[in-house]
């Protein structure tokens, strides 16, 4: 069974650094990998989301990278702000209805 | 944009009851999901359901059953609701395709449920 994981558990970052958050999985048979943005107490926002085909994803600070064969990616963020602070999800799709989650990482960008 | 509204964002029940956690979205997609959120665990399935009246087991279905009438609404029911039960809900939806795994699902808000 596919599992993801994602270290560290929790990142401290002063604001304006340029941060890079991991994850990991265990079989490489994946359609997709998406990371989320989760909030205290919230639903999840999906901020990218990188094909099999694909190497990498962009939006505005963010850029996710994707080495399907060795089951890692990647999130940076680049000019880190306190709004970022948020707990990061990825997840990978493994069929239709297939979508595995890591357990997150809790950032916290300090002012 | 998407919208998945989950009736509840708190809810507090006993031990025992027949608890239903409502979700419905408004953009006519054929796939949704019911998953629970726990510190350490990550997100679990719970069911999902690919059409009306349809639905499928997840990785955790015991204690709950899922009910869709209608094809923009799918609820959740605990038929007896237990302590363990406590916990974060999240419902998701997205489209179904020939392509469906590069549909992305997207999630409400979040029913935290408490049993007491």
């Known amino acids: 069974k596919q599992e993801v994981t994602q270290i560290p558990a929790a990142l401290s970052v002063p604001e304006g650094e340029n941060l890079v958050l991991n994850c990991s999985f265990t079989?490489?048979?994946?359609?997709?990998l998406q990371w989320f943005r989760q909030d205290p107490g919230k639903g999840l926002t999906s901020l990218l989301l990188i094909q099999s085909s694909q190497r990498e994803q962009t939006s505005g600070r963010l850029n996710a990278s994707l080495d399907k064969s060795s089951g890692r990616s990647t999130l940076y963020i680049a000019a880190s702000q306190p709004g970022d602070s948020a707990t990061y999800l990825c997840a990978v799709q493994t069929g239709a209805n297939n979508l595995f989650f890591g357990t997150g990482t809790r950032l916290t960008v300090i002012p | 944009d998407v919208k998945v509204t989950q009736s509840s964002r708190y809810l507090v029940k006993r031990t025992g009851e027949k608890v239903f956690l409502e979700c419905v979205q408004d953009?006519?997609?054929?796939?949704m999901f019911w998953y629970r959120q726990d510190p350490g665990l990550g997100l679990r399935l719970i069911y999902f359901s690919y059409d009306v009246k349809m639905k499928e087991k997840g990785d955790i279905p015991e204690g709950y059953s899922v009910s869709r009438e209608k094809k923009e609404r799918f609820s959740l029911i605990l038929e007896s609701a237990s302590t363990n039960q406590t916990s974060m809900y999240l419902c998701?939806?997205?489209?179904?395709?020939?392509?469906?795994?590069?549909?992305?699902?997207?999630f409400g808000d979040g029913t935290r449920l408490s049993i007491l």
């Open positions: 953009m006519d997609h054929e796939n």
């Open positions: 079989d490489s048979a994946i359609y997709n």
């Open positions: 998701a939806s997205s489209f179904y395709r020939q392509d469906a795994h590069i549909q992305p699902q997207h």
